[in-house]
């Protein structure tokens, strides 16, 4: 099965892998991974929360995200 990476708006994307669902969304100072899976629905019912300063950091904390570096990037030209 394949991931997907999908871009709700320029400063947020979205995957879903092995029942997590993760938000990526751009802060002041660098990124916010916005996690929920079973555990943090059962535990509080809130995402939990990691912070990144960069999508290289996003791609070696999580194999999921692999390429959003690469794909924000080319949005960004894109759009300009």
């Known amino acids: 099965m394949s991931k997907t990476i999908t871009k709700l708006d320029n400063d947020t ?30 535990w509080s019912g809130m995402p939990s929360i990691r912070h990144f300063e960069s999508l290289a950091s996003v791609e070696t904390s999580y194999k999921s995200w692999t390429g959003i570096a690469t794909l924000a990037s080319a949005e960004s030209l894109l759009t300009s």
């Open 13 to 42: 994307y979205e995957t879903r892998v092995r029942g997590n669902h993760m938000t990526l969304r751009r802060a002041r100072d660098g990124w916010e991974m916005w996690t929920t899976n079973a555990s943090t629905r059962a």
